[in-house]
């Protein structure tokens, strides 16, 4: 196969059951990462299919040589639990946060220690059982870079009688470079269990079955105070420079307008600032609502915060929705883009709140919008 070959063209052929050659994995890896990650490692780990998740595996084994299994046990005493972020925020409230809740019920003396970037710490900034450790992984750089992230990271993880929970992170490259001896690395592996359960419903099993304990999703940020009328209702349209994800601006802002005919204030997060910032706000002025709106500018824990004194939120599948889903507030997640029913199946929010999943991808944006004027008949809290 050509050295010059696509990611794009690499991936359709690893689907394809065709082995590359390692030379040629290792070219993709380091010379082009801004494409190797998002095309082929991320289609293929995300695609919750053990195939394709035992592809990527064996394409990391380029890097990463294999080690013999192992089971892990548990220390007697643990004084220190490591647990791994997920790196992205919205994995952290959904998978993370129920792992960082069975552990501090689990080892009550122990210290709990979220190794996590500053973002996702704080989410967890209020809780006062919960330290961190601040990690920045390297979303950007070559395989090289990224394995020299977590050879460094685990010198930096060093204490008497520990154990590290990995929810299947990114830092490890999903579960292939412990960070302390194996006997005492517990990996969950999110993306090849071969169920269609919520990943809410996996990662509480395998806590039950790893360590007779579970735990709850939640969210600890320091608390904004509003000042605004009730009720309230949290936006967001936010997708991460993934315009799959979206629908139209005209939909976003009629969608606007509708939570202005029921709620007597609306706050609209502006994202990370920048094109997403400025398509969010032409579409809260073209809803003609804006004497109800107020938009927040800030970190994503302190929307989180906001979202937690709501009403409601609505938006797309994004962290905002696991917030809402943690905080128990009712929601309404429009889910489009997605790359699999599994997928959507998997990442859709679980929590004590309402929750309305629209599936946006089998739907128009008309038949959307009805959904939503149906669902907003629904008695306010």
């Not at 890896?29 to 082929?40: C, W």
């Not at 592809?55 to 013999?68: K, L, N």
């Not at 929970?165 to 969950?188: A, K, N, V, W």
């Amino acid at each position: 196969m050509s050295a010059s070959i696509s990611c794009s063209e690499a991936l359709a052929a690893i689907r394809g059951g065709e082995r590359l050659p390692p030379e040629l994995i290792r070219s993709l890896g380091e010379d082009h990462p801004t494409d190797f990650f998002p095309i082929i490692v991320e289609s293929l780990a995300d695609s919750f299919d053990p195939t394709q998740a035992a592809a990527y595996e064996e394409i990391m084994r380029v890097w990463i040589p294999s080690q013999p299994p192992l089971t892990a046990v548990v220390p007697s005493p643990v004084e220190t639990v490591y647990v791994l972020s997920r790196v992205t925020l919205g994995a952290d409230i959904k998978i993370t946060s129920i792992i960082l809740d069975a552990m501090k019920r689990r080892f009550p003396d122990a210290s709990i220690i979220l190794v996590a970037g500053r973002k996702s710490i704080d989410l967890f900034e209020t809780d006062a059982r919960i330290w961190h450790i601040e990690a920045d992984y390297p979303r950007r750089g070559s395989v090289s870079h990224r394995l020299k992230f977590a050879q460094e990271l685990r010198n930096r993880l060093d204490a008497p009688n520990c154990i590290v929970i990995d929810p299947d992170s990114r830092m490890t490259q999903l579960g292939l470079i412990p960070l302390c001896e194996p006997e005492h690395y517990f990996h969950f592996p999110s993306r090849t269990a071969d169920s269609a359960d919520n990943l809410t419903d996996l990662t509480q099993s395998w806590l039950e079955k790893t360590f007779g304990q579970s735990g709850k999703a939640h969210i600890a940020p320091r608390r904004i105070d509003l000042d605004d009328d009730r009720p309230r209702a949290a936006i967001s349209f936010g997708v991460g420079e993934n315009e799959s994800k979206r629908i139209s601006s005209n939909f976003e802002s009629q969608v606007i307008r509708k939570l202005a005919d029921k709620f007597r204030t609306l706050w609209i997060d502006r994202g990370v600032g920048g094109e997403e910032a400025r398509r969010v706000t032409a579409a809260a002025e073209a809803s003609g609502a804006m004497e109800h709106i107020r938009f927040w500018e800030g970190s994503f824990a302190g929307f989180a915060s906001i979202i937690s004194q709501c009403d409601l939120y609505v938006g797309y599948d994004s962290a905002g929705q696991h917030a809402a889903a943690a905080a128990g507030v009712p929601l309404i997640s429009i889910f489009k883009g997605a790359p699999s029913d599994r997928f959507r199946r998997r990442w859709s929010p679980s929590g004590s709140g309402r929750i309305d999943v629209m599936n946006a991808d089998a739907l128009s944006a008309q038949q959307c919008l009805e959904q939503i004027r149906a669902l907003l008949n629904y008695p306010s809290p």
